[in-house]
DNA sequence: GCAATGTCGTGAAATTTTCCCGGCGCCGGC
DNA sequence: GCCGGCGCCGGGAAAATTTCACGACATTGC
């Protein structure tokens, strides 16, 4: 190996996937991939033995997540440059990846040279952003989806939630000792408020929001 | 090229897994990657102009998803080899993908030797899934609840996909290319075939069923 | 061939959603 | 003490959607 070799950790839960980022890196003379995890604890662990000079980060892994393991990192290593290379086109996962001490945020939509050229702007000391989420943050700046929590009045959040977690307009107006009218007036008050269109897009947002959890849901 | 090679077309929107599928696969003596398409339309239209001897498909793609892809290639050549290689450790998703016409089903948390052996199972007109989906349908088998993979058309669950991914009916219905008033008539269909009465209850059936993780709701 | 099933669409009724309206009560400022 | 604003409650009517009944067509299986 070269003196100016930068090591890399790749973490990812696919192995043919971390097939390709090994190939696509390994193309560019100055890196060379040490060592690949498989989720997070095992990325905490390697970067702990191997520190490498970067870490290119899947998010959604099985066990702790991938933001998570960008946490857990950099409270050991202050210091650590962590790309996060993920599928999720989604302004809030990389508000939230960056906010836990990522220095980078490039989706898999992204040609191989984004990536590459993103590796080599952290390895430089500078904060990379793929072109797709520059533009995701500035429509969520100009448009900013609202808190719930923030626009919402209490009644408004309470039907919310209820909306979310039973069934018919008629329970919860009964429940609320309300007319189911005023029900369905809130409910669309709610969506107008949180510029949403449909039922569909209240509960992703909730979900997004953390106003409903997974578990909640009896799911697996 | 010599006889017995296989010619292979890959379908994948991340160009870097893209990449980690060839290098998989050209290691492979025999197998030759000879087009790769970014989404189900392009998929198509490679497929009819190279007659490839083999399909390795992902299923979460912008536009028509993976499984509207197989069933039009399909359609165009019966005879066709699909392999489905996706994230989604879902047996609803499994079941879906082979009454559309895929021939084999296989994760991406496998390890390489899974995929490689899956390729070469289909070629030789096998149908490979792997082990963790076969699980999976065992499990589902037993606790015999009526799973929206079992009650659905293909039709039927690939517009519920589009319901809770996309945004409004106008929208499906042009990206299916069919009446917007054929698209409500499914939705309606659906709701009524799952036995729930809203939206939200279709959210949450399908998140419980794994058809939606929660983690992949950031999407505009 | 014939029945069964899946797909696509129309039309009309039933229901919901949305918008606009007014009334009530509470609170803070003047 | 009197407003003005806001949360809260619901009526009415128009607009949109959902639902239901029905027919057509292609494919599949017997």
């Known amino acids: 190996m070269s003196a100016g070799d930068a090591t890399i950790l790749l973490v990812d839960d696919h192995s043919v996937v971390r097939e390709g980022y090994r190939s696509v890196l ?12 498989a989720d997070g604890t095992e990325a905490y662990r390697l970067y702990k033995s191997e520190a490498p000079d970067l870490v290119v980060m899947d998010l959604s892994m ?10 857990r990192i950099r409270q050991w290593d202050k210091g650590a440059k962590i790309l996060v290379f993920t599928m999720h086109e989604n302004a809030g ?22 990536l590459v050229r993103a590796v080599m702007d952290v390895l ?13 943050l500035a429509l969520s700046r100009i448009s900013g989806e609202s808190s719930a929590a923030d626009v919402l009045t209490p009644r408004e959040f309470e ?4 909306l979310l977690a039973e ?3 008629e329970e919860i107006a009964a429940t609320l000792h309300v007319s189911p009218k005023t029900v369905a007036n809130l409910h669309s008050l709610i969506k107008d408020k949180l510029g949403v269109n449909s039922d ?3 509960v992703r947002l909730a979900l997004r929001q953390g106003i409903l959890t997974p578990v909640d849901l009896g799911g697996t």
Chains 1, 2 share one sequence.
Do not use: C, W
């Not at 508000?95 to 992204?110: C, D, W």
């Not at 430089?124 to 995701?136: L, M, R, V, W, Y």
């Open 93 to 114: 996962f990389a508000v939230q990846a960056i906010r836990a001490g990522a220095r980078g945020y490039v989706t898999k939509t992204s040609p191989p040279e984004t």
């Open 26 to 37: 390994e193309k560019q003379p100055g890196l060379r991939v040490i060592a690949e995890a």
């Open 124 to 136: 430089a000391g500078k904060i990379a952003i793929s072109p797709d989420i520059d533009h995701e």
């Open 62 to 71: 099985p066990g702790i997540g991938g933001i998570e393991a960008v946490r």
């Open 159 to 162: 039907v919310m939630r209820l």
């Open 200 to 202: 569909i897009e209240l």
């Open 167 to 169: 069934n018919t307009t």
